[in-house]
């Protein structure tokens, strides 16, 4: 910790802090700096408010910047329109704090700048988000090392701050026990960011940079070097405001029931929310406390809910917070059960051997697989329940585990809104056993929980799924008759 202050006197909860660089602070600088990597909004970020906090300490104003480069792993038009409607967003939500908001958008990797270095020697300090997946610790790392003030990453992620659970769960039932007996500490604490004091002083800064405006850039995708091949999905929208009637909209109308059928592919009866936590545009705090406040503590949609939300979603981030970003997508991380198991049927005659290009193109032998593969392309996202079954088939067609997940890790972050998570890297992993249990041992799988499409269509009535996203050509999917499917 840097001398001069301790976060707690700063009434900021120092367990969602990680001191990256630990330089003293210095006199005689202009501001504060949020570096916005992750949490892509001005209202109920714990790392913006950590930065008032420290702005306010050192009477100093705070100022919010975010770049967003051209060359990050899978940047498409997709991942940019949504990123640009929410940083659309920014410029009047950080003003309606006394923030000044400078963010810059090279449309090539050459137009970057790499201008954290120069803000750093304006800077007293510089916090930013604290991530625990994708290139966001490598980002850290770096700056780092070209800074000699302090940075800090905040946890703006998780209502039970990562660092508080010290250890790798082994499982949701190892969390779960653990995050029940912290959310009476952490589920009812809102994070509006407090006033910010020197708000005249923050009204003289100006950036030595021009800055970017993200509506205008929206409208101008195809000026960025990106991948032009993957298109925004049509109506959604990225940002706080779509997300927030996201949110409303759920409540209203899919909460009940959420308990029952949110496993039915049939129905659309998920929140939609991944993608908005995952750029950062809505805080699950903020959300389980809506979901709490409209439907009360017993509701069974409610208590669902919650537990993808805090227990699921934490999860993940456990995972990614105790296993560094190399390890992350190995067949080495699994545990040692699932490890050994897929090792021993390595060399098992896989039934169905499909190319990684075959697999993108939704052209396998699967109608239900090939309807969810395009799901994915054409939406953004799959049902929660046939995503499962999309990881498992990918498993199974796969030359290798490793390749498996370097097959998963491709499709589901070039086309998903909501990849490039910890919530990504947990459940592809998920697929080869982590946070699961051995079943019974059979070829290729070894003791990996198996998904069968035929399973799939005996459970659910899939008619209404497949009339929306299978094509003339994929193959058949066989239908149990009592379920009087519409295809
Ligand atoms: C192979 C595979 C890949 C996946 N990839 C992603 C991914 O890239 N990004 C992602 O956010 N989730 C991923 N998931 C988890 C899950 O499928 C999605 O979080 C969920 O479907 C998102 O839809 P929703 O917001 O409507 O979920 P809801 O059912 O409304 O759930 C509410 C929230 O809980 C969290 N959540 C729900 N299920 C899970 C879960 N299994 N693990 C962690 N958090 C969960 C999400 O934040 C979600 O928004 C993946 C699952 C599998 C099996």
């Not at 589920?187 to 405006?213: C, E, H, N, V, Y």
């Not at 067609?397 to 490793?402: F, I, L, N, R, V």
């Amino acid at each position: 910790m840097p001398s001069g202050f301790s976060w707690s006197e700063l009434d900021v909860d120092s367990s969602r802090v990680l001191v990256v660089n630990e330089a003293p602070l210095p006199s005689g600088r202009d501001f504060v700096l949020y570096w916005c990597m992750v949490n892509h909004r001005a209202d109920e970020n714990p790392a913006l408010d950590a930065a008032i906090a420290l702005g306010n300490h050192l009477s100093l104003p705070v100022v919010v910047y975010q770049a967003l480069r051209p060359d990050y792993p899978h940047a498409s038009d997709r991942l940019h329109a949504f990123a640009l409607e929410g940083l659309a967003e920014l410029p009047a939500a950080c003003a309606r704090h006394g923030l000044p908001y400078w963010l810059e958008l090279p449309r090539s990797p050459r137009e970057h700048r790499p201008r954290l270095a120069e803000l750093g020697k304006r800077a007293a300090a510089i916090v930013s988000d604290l991530f625990p997946a994708f290139i966001i610790p490598g980002h850290l790392r770096g700056a780092a090392k070209a800074l000699d003030v302090p940075l800090f990453a905040v946890d703006a992620s998780c209502v039970v701050p990562m660092q508080r659970i010290t250890e790798p769960q082994l499982g949701a039932y190892t969390l779960r026990p653990k995050l029940r007996k912290l959310w009476p500490e952490y589920l009812g604490r809102s994070f509006s960011p407090r006033p910010l004091k020197a708000t005249r002083a923050a009204k003289q800064l100006s950036p030595d940079f021009a800055l970017s405006d993200a509506k205008a850039l929206r409208k101008a995708l195809d000026t960025f070097q990106i991948d032009h091949s993957v298109p925004p999905v049509p109506d959604v929208r990225g940002g706080r405001a779509a997300a927030l009637k996201t949110l409303q909209a759920f409540i209203e109308t899919r909460l009940e029931g959420y308990d029952t059928e949110r496993n039915d592919p049939g129905r659309d009866q998920q929140s939609g929310l991944s993608p908005y936590f995952h750029w950062g545009h809505l805080f699950p705090g903020e959300a389980a406390r809506t979901v709490l406040k409209a439907g009360g503590e017993k509701h069974p949609g409610m208590q669902s809910f919650l537990e993808e939300l805090l227990v699921r979603r934490e999860l993940a981030f456990n995972y990614c917070t105790h296993t560094a970003v190399p390890r992350q997508l190995s067949v080495e991380s699994l545990p040692r059960w699932a490890r050994e198991s897929l090792e021993t049927h390595r060399k098992d005659k896989r039934e169905h051997l499909y190319s990684l290009e075959e697999l993108d193109g939704a052209r396998t032998g699967d109608g239900l697989w090939n309807a969810s593969q395009r799901e994915l392309r054409e939406r953004g996202r799959i049902h929660n329940y046939l995503r499962m079954l999309w990881g498992k088939k990918i498993l199974e067609w796969s030359p290798t585990p490793a390749e498996a997940l370097q097959r998963m890790a491709h499709l589901n972050d070039r086309y998903a809104l909501d990849g490039r998570d910890p919530a990504s890297v947990a459940n592809f992993m998920w697929v080869l056993g982590l946070h699961d249990r051995p079943f019974q041992e059979r070829k290729v799988l070894g003791k990996v929980r198996p998904m069968s499409s035929l399973r799939t269509a005996e459970k659910f009535d899939l008619g209404p799924y497949l009339e929306r996203w299978a094509r003339p050509g994929d193959a058949p999917v066989k239908l149990p008759r009592r379920r009087n499917p519409k295809k």
